[in-house]
């Protein structure tokens, strides 16, 4: 039997404040405590920055990939944590060694598999890498802040 945990989007939007139109992960799961997790973005054309991101030749932004593993790993900690309803926040620091390897298009499965580096007090450090269909389309390190409640 498994110990690893799951984060629903019920639970997710209990531990991260993010909101539509930029809650940007659907589920997490295989959560391992704070040591690693993996999020699900069901990319969809109805997401609005399809209208501008291409009109005629829609591609999900590298920032909003970043972003969505950045919230993988929020909710990784926050559930680790537990940190749901407790006005848990957490602020970008530092996006390193970030690379874009394919396009992110409506349809596509987004998986986001995040690894803890360093972590442990407010300053807590990442790698992310976000695959479709096993084939990668983003690498990145990301530092962020902990602003853990009292």
Same mark, same amino acid.
Not at 23 to 50: C, M, W, Y
Not at 85 to 113: A, H, N, T
Not at 121 to 134: N, P, S
């Given at each position: 039997?498994?110990? @690893?945990? *799951?984060?629903?989007?019920?639970? $997710?939007?209990?531990? $991260?404040?993010?909101?539509?139109?930029? @809650? =940007?992960?659907?589920?997490?799961?295989? $959560?391992?405590? *704070?040591?690693?997790?993996?999020?699900?973005?069901?990319?969809? &054309?109805?997401?609005?920055?399809?209208?501008?991101? &291409?009109?005629?030749?829609?591609? /999900?932004?590298?920032?909003?990939?970043?972003?969505?593993?950045?919230? *993988?790993?929020?909710?990784? !900690?926050? !559930?680790?944590?537990? =940190?749901?309803?407790?006005? &848990? @926040?957490?602020? &970008?620091?530092?996006? +390193?060694?970030?690379?874009? #390897?394919?396009?992110?298009?409506?349809?596509?499965? @987004? +998986?986001?598999?995040?690894?803890?580096? #360093?972590?442990?007090? %407010? !300053?807590? %450090?990442?790698?992310? #890498?976000?695959?479709?269909?096993?084939?990668?389309?983003? +690498?990145? +390190?990301? *530092?962020?802040?902990?602003? /853990?409640?009292?």
């Amino acid at each position: 039997m498994s110990d @690893l945990q *799951t984060a629903d989007i019920d639970l $997710i939007q209990r531990i $991260i404040p993010h909101r539509y139109p930029f @809650l =940007l992960v659907d589920r997490v799961r295989d $959560i391992d405590g *704070t040591q690693s997790a993996v999020g699900i973005k069901n990319v969809t &054309f109805n997401e609005p920055h399809f209208q501008g991101h &291409f009109p005629g030749a829609p591609i /999900m932004p590298g920032v909003t990939i970043v972003e969505a593993m950045a919230q *993988t790993a929020a909710v990784m !900690v926050g !559930v680790a944590q537990d =940190l749901a309803d407790k006005d &848990f @926040l957490v602020y &970008f620091m530092g996006i +390193e060694s970030c690379k874009f #390897r394919r396009k992110v298009v409506p349809g596509d499965v @987004l +998986e986001m598999s995040v690894t803890t580096k #360093r972590g442990g007090g %407010k !300053v807590w %450090k990442f790698a992310g #890498r976000a695959t479709v269909d096993g084939e990668l389309a983003c +690498e990145a +390190e990301f *530092t962020a802040m902990m602003d /853990m409640p009292k």
